[in-house]
């Protein structure tokens, strides 16, 4: 075991190639910059502080096991028969084959317009993570793993950042509040319950009959809500969606939605690495960005 400091990590005489490499602090070391570094693409970082065991560039905590996943982990180095292709898609299959544990998951990054981004096909791949995945999984180089979530998109620069918020649904003001009414039984007035009263009691300021029992003198209408702007009363407001990005109102059936998963190693991906046939390649024609979606689930749109 060698013990380096953040120095040494950057330094090329300094670095030889580990087996795996721990880290005391994610927060100190930059992991993106340890894990861009040719020889440490693929090698295992292990994280040595309880309380950050999650990183995304990392391999969670020190497995109990360490000896026997290193020893597989070495192995599967040996026989990689992509191991001396340095393109990204050759890097990032290298990367999932050499730890059972690893998938190619989404984190959340509210600094981009689709709010995940893969970190790893940040720091391995050179395509445009979605397009790449999208080709993978065409291919059967990866595999996707399950759901992780579901976002809802603007229809004109399909950002994730929206803000949902009720409007009137005649004319799409957003002045709109909740109200009391009532309405008079004896002469069909319908109005706010502020008008009715006078002193402690509810008088119709229509027809002036006082009204003492509910069901008997009057009701109140389901209608709740009303608008300070075309003074319409209605149940249900429309919700829409601004885009906090370019600013379109959004109605809700003109949202994209764009399902995130976790994917692992594929069949083609794994023969590829094995050094075995290559597998058939499908080469579809990439669906446009609005209605990217194949069979194995990835989709945008
Ligand atoms: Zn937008
Ligand atoms: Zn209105
Ligand atoms: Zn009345």
């Given at each position: 075991m060698t013990t380096l400091d953040a120095c040494d990590l950057n330094d090329p005489v300094s670095r030889q190639a580990f087996d795996a490499i721990v880290v005391d602090d994610p927060r100190v070391t930059d992991l993106a910059l340890l894990r861009s570094a040719p020889d440490d693409q693929t090698t295992p970082i292990f994280l040595n502080?309880?309380?950050?065991?999650?990183?995304?560039?990392a391999d969670g905590g020190?497995?109990?096991?360490l000896a026997t996943v290193l020893t597989k982990a070495r192995a599967r180095q040996d026989k990689n028969?992509?191991?001396?292709?340095?393109s990204s898609e050759a890097v990032v299959l290298s990367w999932l084959w050499?730890?059972?544990?690893?998938m190619i998951a989404p984190v959340i990054d509210?600094?981009?317009?689709?709010?995940?981004?893969y970190p790893v096909l940040d720091m391995l791949?050179?395509?445009a993570a979605n397009t790449w995945l999208v080709r993978a999984c065409q291919r059967e180089l990866t595999i996707p793993i399950s759901v992780i979530d579901r976002t809802r998109n603007c229809a004109?620069?399909?950002?994730?950042h929206l803000n949902y918020v009720d409007r009137c649904p005649?004319?799409?003001?957003?002045d709109i509040k909740r109200e009391q009414a009532i309405h008079c039984f004896t002469c069909g007035f319908v109005g706010e319950q502020g008008v009715f009263r006078r002193a402690e009691r509810l008088i119709c300021?229509?027809?002036d009959t006082a009204l003492k029992h509910i069901g008997t003198d009057y009701d109140r209408p389901i209608e709740r809500m009303r608008c300070c702007g075309c003074g319409e009363r209605f149940n249900d407001p429309r919700i829409k969606a601004t885009c906090l990005e370019c600013g379109t109102i959004n109605a809700q059936a003109d949202l994209q939605t764009h399902t995130f998963r976790s994917y692992g190693l594929g069949p083609a991906g794994e023969a590829l690495l094995k050094g075995g046939a290559a597998p058939k390649i499908k080469y579809a024609p990439l669906a446009k960005p609005s209605d990217q979606s194949n069979s194995c689930g990835h989709s945008v749109g």
């Open positions: 502080s309880q309380d950050t065991k999650d990183h995304p560039l020190l497995p109990d096991d028969a992509l191991l001396q292709d340095q050499h730890l059972d544990t690893r509210l600094s981009r317009p689709e709010i995940y981004r791949g050179g395509e004109t620069c399909a950002s994730a005649y004319c799409d003001a957003l300021p229509k027809c």
